[in-house]
């Protein structure tokens, strides 16, 4: 089977982001001997009819948050007019898969969680039939298999062995920050997340089970990288110092290896899995920044949004981080179902009596998946 990977457009093109997960799919189904292509909508030279019209794929997978939504049902649209399977996953697709069927005729089927292995296993059985994480329509009704997750991290191919390095450069792309005038590539040494909080979806597609990529596999992914030119990577995980041993052995690895490379950690750490050995231990192979979730200042707020998070120690952590030369960055949630102009004052004065360098503000929003849409929106 040809297959064609989709990345569909953002509503706005401030940035271009590689699509990871979709890197990883195609490595993976290429390693596997699939014919397979990718085009990222994100770029002003790609253009799906033109990519349809000359590569006939029998299989069109499409992936995309939940912004991305409306261009996900035009990309599936498209596809089927040159009569390929369409099947979409991602975050989105993953926090709502049923819903997706129902809205969208065009879509035959949607991948919950990962989609390497599930992906794989449709390509060489052509039927969604006991595929893990696969959802499908049949005889009026949505059928259904719960998703498996990827245990050994390090039996999936590299994901820039698939992106192409050079579509992604350092005028074009810095991650999701901007980075010190370099390349940056972002990768992930891990996948899950445990908590619970209201307003994040991040374990619907990746489970709640944390999986580690072994060290070794990790390097070797940083020295192809640089091997290639690239001088930064920003390490994409939500829990990179979750398992504290780990975090050690991979930055004590980079630390070995003599890696002339910096990095960051632009999705954060929680301040309950770090302390200043390992923030040091940090600093000293080469990451210079780092996203904290602090989302407010109000006890009462975090607790209502289970964040579990400890301010007092989220403070101690940032002053640590600051005597170490890091640049910290706190994320914030505003509007939050409940909260008043005296949670809005406390946040206020957290954020200011701390040593944070920077900040980002972002209204509270239900997406799909997490607990704030699921107590508003019981019908999807």
């Known amino acids: ?134 959802y499908y329509r049949k005889n009026g009704s949505i059928l259904d298999s719960s998703p498996e997750y990827i245990e050994d991290l390090g039996s999936l191919p590299h994901p820039w062995s698939f992106l192409k390095l050079n579509d992604y450069d350092g005028n074009k792309i810095n991650g999701i920050l901007k980075c010190k005038g370099r390349q940056a590539v972002s990768i992930v040494s891990s996948r899950g997340c445990p908590y619970r909080c209201t307003f994040c979806s991040a374990s619907q597609a990746q489970g709640k089970k944390i999986r580690l990529r072994p060290v070794e596999d990790i390097i070797s992914e940083l020295k192809e990288l640089i091997s290639q030119g690239v001088k930064e990577v920003q390490i994409l995980d939500d829990n990179f110092t979750f398992y504290k041993e780990h975090a050690y052995s991979v930055c004590d690895a980079m630390i070995k290896e003599k890696l002339n490379l910096v990095w960051t950690l632009p999705n954060g750490i929680r301040a309950d899995r770090v302390d200043y050995e390992l923030l040091s231990k940090v600093k000293e192979a080469g990451c210079y920044y780092f996203g904290i979730g602090i989302e407010s200042g109000s006890e009462r707020i975090l607790k209502v949004m289970h964040k579990e998070l400890s301010l007092v120690n989220a403070k101690r952590v940032i002053g640590e981080a600051d005597k170490l030369g890091f640049i910290t960055q706190g994320f914030l949630l505003i509007g939050y179902p409940g909260e008043t102009e005296e949670d809005l004052g406390k946040t206020y004065k957290y954020v200011m009596s701390s040593r944070l360098d920077r900040i980002s503000i972002n209204q509270v929003m239900p997406y799909p998946g997490t607990e704030l849409f699921s107590s508003h929106f019981s019908d999807y």
């Open 1 to 134: 089977m040809v297959v064609l990977l989709v990345h569909p457009s953002f509503p706005t093109k401030a940035q271009v982001m590689p699509p990871l997960g979709l890197g990883y799919i195609g490595a993976y189904l290429r390693s596997k001997g699939y014919e397979v292509r990718l085009v990222d909508l994100n770029k002003n030279s790609q253009n799906l009819l033109e990519v349809l019209d000359g590569y006939h794929p029998d299989v069109v997978g499409i992936s995309g948050l939940t912004t991305q939504y409306p261009n996900m049902k035009e990309c599936a649209r498209l596809a089927k007019k040159f009569g390929a399977v369409t099947i979409v996953g991602g975050n989105h697709a993953s926090a709502i898969p049923e819903y997706i069927l129902n809205d969208c005729s065009d879509i035959d089927m949607v991948v919950k969680g990962e989609g390497e292995y599930s992906l794989n296993q449709f390509l060489r059985d052509s039927s969604p039939v006991s595929i893990p994480g696969f």
